[in-house]
């Protein structure tokens, strides 16, 4: 099976209220839908920044190939 990198950036409101912008890592299959890119993100963005609540997020759908 081949893995893919996804691009994706997620908006995280820290608990002391700042707006930030965090750029996991998400990696999976070729063809992952939206949603499932989008949930991988935010578990990778909510793991650096803890406490954390996922304000909105994007993604490409266009893995490159690893």
Do not use: C, W
Request: hydrophobic share 35%.
């Amino acid at each position: 099976m081949t893995t893919h990198r996804y691009d994706a950036e997620v908006n995280v409101r820290t608990k002391s209220g700042d707006l930030i912008t965090v750029y996991p890592d998400t990696f999976g299959p070729a063809g992952m839908t939206a949603q499932q890119i989008h949930a991988a993100a935010h578990k990778a963005a909510l793991a650096e920044v803890r406490g954390g609540t996922v304000e909105g997020s994007n993604v490409s759908t266009t893995g490159q190939k690893r």
